[in-house]
């Protein structure tokens, strides 16, 4: 299995241009969040999802948007990037929504707004 | 805003145990607390958690106080892989709650 995995590892923008950060898992988890990390911060929650078709808001979701069509995807789109929105974000899952305690994480998706 | 208060750093002897500390005087009866770690830039790292009862698995024993307002991760023999940023969380929002991260503590395990 490979796991959580993030793409791209890397990302330039300009202010305004707009993005999709993907995320899948090969694990047939139901619950996938979206976290995001500022330098010497810990982590925000952005967005999450219980399953297929659902999805809600997290600590810090204005400019984010996401969407679970399947079981395995759980991209995250920036509609319009703006410099406060540089940071490094991390897709997570874990089994089910019981299980939210438990995420494993992808390696990490590092986003610079100029 | 983290229910955790934990010390910004701290540092071990290779070999030795490491005893991490987490205040969490606020929990509630039904909230968990959640051992995480995260090497370098890496993405964070399930370690342990628990309700009431100490805990041990293959990595890390978990002793959380009788009532339940502070808790200590033990890392039985520190080795510098063990260098990281260990994450103390109680998880809101009862059994399928949000786990909500606050800064960690920056454990330094010296040779």
């Known amino acids: 299995n490979a796991g959580v995995t993030q793409t791209p590892k890397f990302q330039v923008l300009k202010t305004g241009q707009s993005m999709t950060l993907q995320c899948a898992q090969d694990?047939?988890?139901?619950?996938m969040s979206w976290y995001r990390q500022d330098p010497g911060m810990g982590l925000r929650l952005i967005h999450y999802?219980?399953?297929?078709?659902?999805?809600d808001q997290g600590e810090v979701p204005n400019g984010y948007n996401v969407s679970r069509s399947t079981t395995e995807d759980f991209p995250l789109r920036l509609l319009s990037a703006a410099p406060s929105q540089t940071s490094v974000y991390f897709c997570?899952?874990?089994?089910?929504?019981?299980?939210?305690?438990?995420?494993?994480f992808g390696e990490g998706s590092r986003l610079t707004v100029l | 805003d983290a229910k955790t208060t934990q010390p910004p750093s701290m540092d071990c002897a290779e070999g030795r145990a490491a005893n991490l500390p987490c205040n969490h005087s606020?929990?509630?009866?039904?909230?968990?607390v959640y051992w995480y770690r995260q090497i370098h830039s890496q993405g964070p790292q399930y370690i342990i958690h628990?309700?009431?009862n100490n805990e041990t698995n293959e990595m890390a024993s978990l002793i959380i106080t009788e009532d339940r307002k502070s808790s200590t991760l033990i890392l039985p023999h520190a080795t510098l892989r063990d260098t990281a940023v260990y994450y103390c969380i109680v998880r809101v929002g009862g059994s399928q709650g949000n786990l909500i991260f606050g800064k960690g503590t920056k454990l330094s395990v010296k040779p």
């Open positions: 628990g309700l009431k």
């Open positions: 694990m047939n988890h139901e619950y």
């Open positions: 999802s219980v399953g297929a078709g659902i999805t």
């Open positions: 997570a899952s874990s089994r089910d929504r019981g299980r939210t305690g438990e995420l494993f």
């Open positions: 606020t929990i509630s009866g039904n909230e968990y």
